[in-house]
């Protein structure tokens, strides 16, 4: 087979073909420099490849923050014939999303994003159907208590839940991954659907088992080759997978927005999606905001909010028990704070002001756990010069978090788990400018009122009844920090011991 490749009828042609890419190559980078503009630096690329083979694909946050010790804050790798634009260390992230909030502010939707979400929902869509189903979502988020009292409850009722699903391994270790999970999702569900769901129910752990599957597959080095080459897709078995799991996953949806359909009554609102088809009923006659009311937007809106608000608190807080396990002088400290300024009666948010070790422990678990390293990409509205370069509407950003929440100028000890980072010599709780877990400007997470207050009240509520500890016979040393591959980060699979303390 080969030797008939190399006769020479094919070989010449396969030459000729080579020779072809290398000239439309060459056109292509000489034009795109001929505009006199400053443009931002870069390593070299290679023709088609891009930068690709300077980055690793399953660590691309890293090989980009390695990039950026050499060509600076804001610099363009290639991503095949891909530009992108990145930005690195907190003051150009916070000085694009901030200050230039309007022309950093839209969304870039790659191939992947556009088969998960067709240009539905909040998180992949731009425009005004981005804009409305955004606002309405926040509005609806805090009508259902968003930094309220009314979810503080529910949030309280699912951590007794989950300490009882604790309770139940005796002090034995196990893997928290799932519960930790349900319960997370259990509280979006609550705004979603009205409901909670038993941690046994089917529906539930099969579009846990889909979100998972979803976000693991898009971090993969196959789904990177897919963004740059999307013929490529039917080939890539990821990119299968991930199909098949996005179809299940929206099918769970489906089903459950026709049931709530059913017995749907405009004078009670039960939920988001209640809210969403009272509000269409409103709009019905508006033709400009009422056309995005429809099927789609409700469906990808939803999954968005259930995927966006499931998997990062509950890998966060994941990565909370891992570190109070693995340093137990630090545990030590949040054990002896919540003993003397809570002792065993309930906790509140009210707490919160009053608990200033264990808020900066939660700040420095967010900070050194970076679980969405790359942000989610970002597109700009219009041509801009920003730090003196000329970046053309339309140009794929890449707002590095790792940069910014492991920046050198900004953070004493950026590489270690230190909560004096969010603490002033008298011990009392200071925000710091760099703390950007959840980005920041136009596109920042709407979640981030409702993620606070479960990682508080998760976090607390657990350390209040349990000691985490590794599993007999490990040490402290011996647990391991690093991530596994995802598109968010989160601990690879471990046990703890959840040791009741009382
Ligand atoms: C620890 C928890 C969380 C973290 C670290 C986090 C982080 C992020 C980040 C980094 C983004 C991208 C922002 C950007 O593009 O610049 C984002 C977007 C988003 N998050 Fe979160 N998030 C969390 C929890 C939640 C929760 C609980 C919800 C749901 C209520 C949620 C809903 C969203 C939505 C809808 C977007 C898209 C916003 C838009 O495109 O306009 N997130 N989040």
Not at 114 to 134: L, T
Not at 243 to 263: A, I, P, S
Not at 371 to 387: E, L
Request: net charge neutral; proline share 5%.
């Amino acid at each position: 087979m080969f030797e008939e490749f190399l006769q020479a009828p094919a070989l010449a042609s396969w030459l000729g073909l080579l020779a072809g890419l290398l000239a439309v190559y060459l056109l292509y980078s000489s034009w795109t420099f001929q505009d006199n503009q400053k443009h931002p630096p870069g390593p070299r690329r290679l023709p088609l490849l891009g930068n690709l083979h300077q980055l690793d694909l399953e660590k691309v946050d890293k090989s980009l923050l390695k990039l950026s010790k050499r060509y600076g804050p804001v610099f363009t790798v290639y991503f095949g014939l891909k530009k992108v634009v990145v930005l690195a260390g907190s003051k150009a992230v916070r000085q694009a999303l901030i200050n230039h909030a309007e022309e950093f502010g839209e969304r870039e939707i790659s191939p992947l994003f556009h088969d998960f979400a067709k240009g539905h929902g909040i998180v992949f869509s731009n425009g005004d159907g981005w804009k409305e189903m955004r606002r309405f979502t926040l509005t609806t988020l805090k009508d259902f208590g968003m930094g309220k009292r009314l979810i503080e409850e529910k949030i309280s009722e699912e951590c007794h839940n989950l300490m009882e699903e604790f309770e139940k391994h005796k002090g034995k270790a196990f893997d928290n991954t799932m519960i930790m999970t349900y319960a997370a999702s259990n509280i979006i569900s609550a705004i979603i659907f009205g409901k909670r769901f038993d941690f046994k129910d089917p529906v539930l752990r099969d579009m846990v088992e889909n979100d998972k599957e979803i976000i693991r597959l898009a971090g993969t080095a196959s789904i990177v080759i897919y963004n740059t080459f999307p013929m490529l897709g039917p080939w890539l078995k990821n990119w299968r997978d991930f199909m098949k799991n996005t179809e299940d996953y929206k099918q769970h949806f489906l089903q459950l927005v026709n049931k709530l359909r059913e017995t749907f009554n405009p004078d009670i609102c039960r939920c988001f999606i209640d809210a969403f088809c009272t509000r269409k009923l409103s709009l019905e006659d508006s033709d400009a905001q009422g056309v995005h009311y429809h099927d789609d937007n409700l469906v990808g809106s939803v999954m968005d909010l259930f995927g966006a608000g499931t998997d990062t608190t509950s890998n966060t807080l994941r990565w909370s028990l891992l570190l109070m396990a693995k340093y137990p002088q630090i545990q030590d400290r949040v054990q002896e704070e919540l003993s003397r300024v809570v002792g065993d009666r309930q906790i509140t948010m009210e707490d919160r002001r009053n608990l200033p070790y264990i808020d900066a422990v939660i700040h420095e678990t967010q900070r050194f756990a970076n679980i969405v390293p790359t942000s989610v990409t970002h597109s700009t509205s219009r041509d801009v010069t920003f730090q003196g370069y000329f970046i053309e509407k339309g140009t794929t950003v890449l707002p590095l978090l790792t940069s910014v929440l492991y920046d050198e100028s900004e953070w004493e000890t950026p590489n270690t788990f230190n909560p004096s980072h969010f603490l002033d010599k008298e011990g009392k709780f200071i925000k710091r400018d760099a703390f950007l877990p959840f980005s920041a400007g136009r596109r920042a997470c709407l979640g981030e009122g409702l993620a606070r207050m479960e990682l508080f009240l998760f976090f607390t509520h657990l350390l209040q009844r349990f000691r985490f500890t590794p599993a007999p016979g490990m040490s402290e040393d011996q647990l391991d920090l690093t991530p596994a591959v995802g598109f968010t980060l989160s601990p690879l699979p471990h046990q703890l011991c959840a040791v009741s303390r009382h």
